[in-house]
């Protein structure tokens, strides 16, 4: 901003922000309304349309602290990334349902990890890493067809039509909307519960509409999933558990 503070940045900084807080400032071509977002680490981000009000943006943000504080007190107290041992009987849970892993020969038949008679099978890896990777690979591909047969209905439900999906690692994040329409969601997800699978989706499926996390988009949310508040709830108890791939 040439060393100029934007007047929004500084209604918002005039705000009774905690002071351990770290935000950031955004002015975007293609927003019409007020979004913020909390990273992974807990930073706070502020991105407002062009000729937003500075009075509006602080009524905004000032209504939304109690909430907004309670979010970035989770993120930052979250315990660190679980890790597995690849050993027979470690558990791994696939939508909702907990297994066991056993670690078969690498000769037999099949050779690709498998659900079988309740165990998660792995074909003997080379190293640690090269496992780890194989069963997220089984993730995504599981969750690849779980999603694609899902996704329709739900898209239905929230009145949108995705251009397409996908299932990888998203690093931190659970989920993502493309600009040009792509859903994405992090093969971890598909440890959780289907209805809590069903909310990183539809939570996707609502930023076709509305790119904020405001009031619109909370109507959005709510309408497809009126238990969204519970669903939510039970979201941020279970999703600090989640793998995602590291092993030991």
């Known amino acids: 901003m040439n060393g100029t503070v934007h007047p929004v940045q500084q209604a918002i900084a005039s705000l009774p922000l905690p002071e351990e807080w770290e935000w950031e400032f955004e002015v975007r071509p293609r927003r019409r309304t007020l979004g913020i977002d909390v990273a992974p680490d807990g930073r706070v981000s502020f991105a407002v349309p062009p000729g937003a009000d500075p009075r509006e943006v602080a009524d905004a943000v000032r209504s939304r602290l109690p909430r907004l504080a309670d979010e970035v007190r989770r993120r930052r107290n979250r315990p660190a990334t679980p890790v597995k041992e690849l050993v027979d009987g470690t558990g791994f ?15 037999e038949e099949p050779r690709q990890v498998r659900l079988h008679r309740g165990w998660l099978e792995l074909p003997r890896p080379t190293d640690r890493s090269e496992g780890g990777r194989r ?14 047969a899902r996704m329709p209905s739900l898209a239905g439900v929230v009145g949108v039509s995705p251009r397409g999906l996908e ?9 993502a909307c493309g600009p040009d329409g792509t859903i994405t969601v992090h093969w971890a997800v ?30 959005c949310l709510r309408r497809a999933l009126p238990d969204a508040d519970e669903r ?16 030991r």
Do not use: K, M
């Open 190 to 219: 598909l440890q959780l519960p289907a209805s809590l699978v069903d909310l990183v989706l539809v939570h996707e499926l609502c930023h076709l509409r509305v790119s904020g996390h405001g009031a619109e988009f909370r109507g």
């Open 167 to 175: 299932i990888r690692d998203l690093g931190l994040r659970w989920g």
């Open 93 to 107: 849970a696939y939508l909702g349902r907990r297994h066991r892993l056993r670690v078969v020969p690498a000769d």
């Open 232 to 247: 939510e709830r039970r979201f941020a108890e279970e999703e600090p558990e989640l793998w995602r791939g590291r092993v």
């Open 135 to 148: 069963i997220a690979d089984w993730y995504t591909e599981r969750g690849r067809h779980w999603l694609s």
